[in-house]
């Protein structure tokens, strides 16, 4: 049986090379490099796998050091920002008020695993966690609205690339397939038909919280909107709280 680094470098790395023959020869200077999924070290072993996954993340690398890199190996192409999750990056990319994409990715690990205080993980002492899980974008290129266009990119380059992205890496079934989780929690409300690319049946079981099941892997998978979205609107504790207790109820 295959391991998951050989199931993920036989899947994406045809892929990286589709994406950048897609490409071509558009201007993409100004462009964040593709997000493409993460796990960690203990994540394969663990008794309890689990995924994280947002919308898109910012300021992602370099589109022309991904392209050129894709063209040399695509193989070492597809792992170009391993070393910053490994090195646990993300535990810094979260702020004071608590409530950003990787405070509520925290919360939810923490609370998962049974770690009263989700700020040993931000402080990293509870490594066992951090090493446990996997991290996706169901964008792998970035939004226009963000890096993009505050970068001078023109929309028609940017359409260009996302539509490439769309076709050869944003895919849920993909994600599932290769990554095998337990339970995965979606922190995007719409993600788009081009990433939940096979048929969902949700249950919607409380305001912006979802559970389906994949009938292929078994998947448990958790669905709210952004952290962000949810603040704004008043949700942020009720839809964070119920993400967790539902989740805990399905695999404890």
């Not at 680094?5 to 964040?32: C, H, N, Q, W």
């Not at 792998?140 to 359409?159: C, I, Q, R, Y």
């Not at 922190?187 to 049946?201: K, V, Y």
């Not at 409380?206 to 008043?234: E, K, M």
């Amino acid at each position: 049986m295959s391991n998951l680094r050989e199931r993920f470098d036989t899947a994406y790395a045809p892929r990286a090379v589709a994406f950048a023959d897609a490409v071509g020869k558009t201007d993409v200077l100004g462009i964040p490099e593709p997000h493409l999924p993460h796990w960690g070290k203990l994540y394969e072993s663990s008794p309890l796998r689990v995924g994280i996954i947002g919308r898109d993340t910012l300021y992602w690398g370099e589109m022309v050091d991904f392209i050129q890199s894709v063209r040399r190996n695509p193989a070492e192409a597809i792992h170009l920002g391993e070393g910053n999750f490994d090195s646990l990056e993300f535990t810094k990319w979260t702020n004071n008020f608590g409530r950003t994409f990787w405070d509520t990715a925290l919360r939810i690990l923490a609370g998962i695993h049974g770690v009263a205080d989700w700020k040993r993980l931000k402080g990293r002492e509870e490594e066992t966690v951090l090493r446990s899980f996997f991290w996706a974008n169901t964008n792998a290129v970035e939004l226009f609205e963000s890096t993009p266009k505050n970068n001078g990119v023109l929309w028609e380059n940017w359409h260009s690339v996302k539509d490439a992205s769309e076709k050869h890496f944003d895919s849920f079934r993909n994600i599932l397939d290769i990554l095998r989780p337990h339970v995965v929690i979606l922190m995007n409300w719409d993600p788009g038909d081009n990433f939940l690319d096979f048929e969902i049946r949700w249950n919607e079981y409380a305001d912006h919280q979802a559970h389906a099941v994949d009938n292929v892997s078994g998947a448990h998978i958790l669905a709210t909107a952004h952290p962000s979205w949810l603040n704004r609107n008043g949700l942020y504790d009720g839809a964070l709280g119920g993400i967790i207790e539902r989740c805990k109820s399905l695999v404890l």
